[in-house]
């Protein structure tokens, strides 16, 4: 049995312990489901399509969060755990099916998600006292950079060479890979998506952009499940819009790896890989402004 089979027999058999819980928690908390509505039509909808291109590498929280507002299916208090609790699901489904995406170095992917989980345990009193808006500055100038880098890889334009290979690090490089996801899973405690900054840092380092996609979904997926006893045991969910998130997001994730597995070479994602950098960098300097315009107000 190699590594590979063992990391998704264990990410299986987590999900399915939380799928118990989770189970039992809707029992014991009280609250209407109301499948039969237009409340759950919308929710499954938001749930798809925000786990299909979360799958991309765009990232589900916001664009969720958006949706529940404008359209009014959740409270507000309630989205934290729907998003949190509802996308373990996709995300665990993500990570089975990317592990062996490509042929990664098992040392390398055991190492990275390790050093992710370990960010967020150990690395959450420490980042919760920095400056959020400097963050999102920071990390919104280096992925800016580095999808600029990016695409002169891929065009073999300047001295910045051509795109990576490597399947694994090695050396400095695997430290520098693991101390940068011990912080990228801090950062996961206070609301910035890993799932960017990963694919950023992997193309750095010199790997295949494919190789991405098992570390970042794997790291994700250690961190969620982590956290959902917690959200079920407070039962500070809204029960629609989670379990369509479990769901509808399940099946998203499902459609956008068939889509990506058999429709795109790696190439084509690399560009893909760029649009979504591009468009993480102008939201971390949107929400830093509108951060900052909201403080100034009060």
């Not at 590594?3 to 189970?23: A, D, H, P, Q, S």
């Not at 916001?62 to 996308?87: H, M």
């Not at 982590?226 to 407070?234: S, V």
């Not at 084509?268 to 929400?287: E, N, P, R």
Request: hydrophobic share 55%.
């Amino acid at each position: 049995m190699n590594v590979i089979t063992i990391l998704r027999l264990v990410l299986i058999i987590w999900g399915i312990i939380i799928t118990v819980m989770f189970i039992a928690g809707l029992r014991k908390h009280p609250g209407k489901m109301e499948l039969a509505s237009k409340k759950t039509f919308i929710n499954a909808l938001i749930g798809f399509l925000a786990n299909f291109f979360d799958t991309w590498g765009i990232g589900s929280f916001a664009p969720s969060t958006f949706c529940y507002k404008t359209f009014k299916t959740s409270d507000d208090i309630d989205i934290p755990g729907n998003l949190n609790l509802g996308d373990v699901f996709p995300v665990t489904v993500e990570a089975v099916l990317f592990l062996n995406f490509v042929e990664i170095e098992p040392l390398t992917l055991v190492i990275m998600l390790a050093a992710a989980g370990c960010g967020a345990f150990f690395g959450v009193r420490l980042v919760t006292k920095w400056n959020v808006n400097k963050i999102r500055i920071g990390m919104g100038i280096a992925l800016f950079f580095c999808a600029i880098v990016f695409i002169c890889k891929l065009l073999n334009v300047g001295p910045f060479g051509s795109v990576g290979t490597d399947m694994g690090l090695h050396g400095i490089k695997l430290i520098i890979g693991i101390v940068v996801n011990f912080f990228l899973g801090s950062f996961m405690m206070i609301g910035f998506g890993l799932y960017q900054p990963c694919m950023a840092l992997v193309m750095l380092l010199g790997m295949s952009v494919g190789v991405a996609f098992p570390i970042m979904m794997g790291s994700c997926a250690v961190l969620m499940l982590t956290a959902a006893p917690t959200f079920i045991k407070t039962g500070r969910y809204d029960k629609n819009a989670t379990v369509m998130n479990a769901v509808a997001g399940s099946l998203g994730a499902l459609a956008a790896y068939l889509l990506i597995s058999y429709a795109f070479d790696l190439t084509t994602l690399s560009y893909i890989v760029v649009v979504v950098m591009f468009y993480t960098a102008f939201k971390m300097f949107w929400d830093a402004r509108k951060n900052s315009l909201t403080d100034n107000a009060h």
